[in-house]
């Protein structure tokens, strides 16, 4: 199975910082990469597809930039809803994988 | 709007059996894939299986040859047949959607039920 690697774990940061989150992939995957958002006690929700495409309805504050083997998701002016943990998910394989997840606190 | 709804989760002894099942609605059901992910307490996310619109299955090898998933187009449903539970597939299973229709793989998950609980333990 393809391995994704997400760094860093934890990230403490305050409203109106920029939030950059990497995702490593074992094999190359072109651009097929998502990240996935996930609040306490809630399903996660699909922020980005295809390594760079917006979900509909997702602020334009978060972003995806990548291909092959190394992704960023970053997240421009933190808002409070925006606390959370994010992982990426690798969707070129028949065995889709998921990075640990990055969790981000509120400095 | 998508909607999934998940049920049959509960609590049952090591060695035995459950069998989930998703409900869903909002979008043409025989157009897309569909998955089960679990996530155990306080862990992060694991894909189990999936299914295509062409019925093609596929299986982490952590649940190969103890689950089966399977769907009714007829009913807009998926199941998650499963056997032989360990304490380690304790977790909550997610029911998803695939994102893009007639792909013929599995794809990023763009829709995700609230979950039910399935507990192992004796």
């Known amino acids: 199975d393809i391995q994704m690697t997400q760094s860093p774990s934890f990230v403490s940061a305050s409203v109106g910082d920029t939030v950059t989150i990497t995702c490593r992939a074992s094999?190359?995957?072109?651009?097929?990469l998502a990240w996935h958002q996930q609040k306490p006690g809630k399903a996660p929700k699909l922020l980005i597809h295809?390594?760079?495409t917006l979900q509909s309805g997702v602020p334009s504050r978060f972003s995806g930039s990548g291909s092959g083997t190394d992704f960023t998701l970053t997240i421009s002016s933190l808002q409070p809803e925006d606390f959370a943990t994010y992982y990426c998910?690798?969707?070129?394989?028949?065995?889709?994988?998921f990075g640990q997840g990055t969790k981000v606190e509120i400095q | 709007e998508v909607q999934l709804l998940e049920s049959g989760g509960g609590w049952v002894q090591p060695g035995g059996s459950l069998r989930l099942s998703c409900a869903a609605s909002?979008?043409?059901?025989?157009?897309?894939?569909m998955s089960w992910v679990r996530q155990a307490p306080g862990k992060g996310l694991e894909w189990v299986s999936g299914?295509?619109?062409?019925?093609?299955?596929y299986y982490a090898d952590s649940v190969k040859g103890r689950f089966t998933i399977s769907r009714d187009n007829s009913k807009n449903a998926v199941y998650l047949q499963m056997n032989s539970l360990r304490t380690e597939d304790t977790a909550m299973y997610h029911c998803?959607?695939?994102?893009?229709?007639?792909?013929?793989?599995?794809?990023?998950?763009?829709?995700w039920g609230q979950g039910t609980l399935v507990t192992v333990s004796s």
């Open positions: 998803t959607k695939d994102h893009t229709s007639n792909n013929g793989k599995l794809d990023s998950f763009d829709s």
């Open positions: 909002g979008f043409t059901f025989t157009s897309y894939a």
């Open positions: 299914i295509t619109n062409g019925v093609e299955t």
């Open positions: 094999h190359d995957i072109s651009n097929w």
């Open positions: 295809t390594a760079t």
């Open positions: 998910q690798q969707a070129d394989s028949l065995h889709p994988t």
